[in-house]
């Protein structure tokens, strides 16, 4: 409600989304459908900008609006095992190692956020973590080609430039999201 001044008064001035670290139901949706998300949006746009990791744009962004609508400690896990499930189920990807690729950046996520509690004061924080996460990637790659050179798409030239890449990508998309999600909440409170 607004005074005569037209000033929102400090008792309904709350969040619409309110970060709590309980998981409601509703939540808990909202954290699959951003998971599925990033495996439609990844592959409703397949082609190729012939940059590895530019996928990580839209999932990282997801991912981070994932960690940054709860306090939830596994938040980004959740999504991130929403994709991995989407993706299986609809056969995306390349090979078996789909299910992990989507999951790991989650996991990273959620256990950097972990380690740093302030992480929400800086706009620094979360999309490190979402770049380490998805940077995961061409790592775990690297791991399961034994470190050769194979030509294996990105992977084709050595681990260096994917992984720089991954960082790159997965750094700006989640950090698009800190910065709409802090806009978002500015004009909302």
Known sequence: MSDA?????????????????????SRFILLLALGAGIVALGEAFRFSLGLPG???L??????????LSTNYRWAATIAALS?????????????????????VPGLVIDLGVALRPNWRSSLFWLPAFAALGHASKPV????????????????????????????MFGFTGALVAVLMWRGWRKRSS
Not at 14 to 22: A, K, L, P
Not at 146 to 163: D, E, K, T, V, W
Request: charged letters at 10%; hydrophobic letters at 45%; a neutral charge.
């Open 140 to 167: 775990i790659k690297w791991i399961v080609l034994q470190g050769s050179s194979a030509n294996f798409g990105s992977m084709a030239h050595g681990l260096p430039y994917p992984f720089v890449t991954h960082l």
């Open 5 to 25: 001044t037209g000033n929102s008064s400090q008792e309904r001035k709350s969040d619409v989304i309110e970060t709590t670290s309980e998981l409601s139901r």
């Open 58 to 67: 839209e999932a990282m962004a997801l991912l981070a609006t994932a960690r």
């Open 83 to 103: 994709a991995a499930a989407t993706a299986a189920a609809i056969g995306a990807g390349h090979g078996g190692l789909v299910p992990i690729l989507y999951m």
């Open 54 to 56: 530019h996928h990580g």
